[in-house]
């Protein structure tokens, strides 16, 4: 069974900020993560039942998001990945990945 998480980026409910809708496909549950941080916290829990193994995660964005969300939203993701490969003492996506 593979598990694949589904990632939509949305307008609040206010339109003015962006929220990110994640969804396990296994068993279709649905968390409204508000930002980053409580994206990450979310991913995690979902993914432990698992067992940390997520085989994918797809990523949308409904139309009416505007390009600046969504480079506030690669900003933060870039900073992550900045963390996590200090912290492993590697980069995350190797050469050869990107083939």
């Known amino acids: ?6 990632s939509k980026v949305i ?8 929220e990110i809708e994640l969804k396990d496909t296994v068993d279709d549950r649905v968390v409204i993560c508000k930002d980053m ?7 995690k829990e979902l993914g432990d039942d698992y067992g940390g193994n997520i085989d994918k995660v797809n990523w949308t964005k409904d139309d009416d998001v505007p390009p600046h969300f969504m480079d506030e939203i690669r900003l933060e993701m870039s900073k992550i990945q900045a963390q996590i490969e200090e912290q492993l003492g590697e980069k995350l ?3 050869e990945d990107k083939k």
């Open 37 to 43: 941080a409580e994206y990450q916290e979310q991913i």
């Open 93 to 95: 996506i190797k050469d």
């Open 1 to 6: 069974m593979a598990v694949i998480f589904e």
């Open 11 to 18: 307008l609040n409910k206010a339109r003015d900020g962006w």
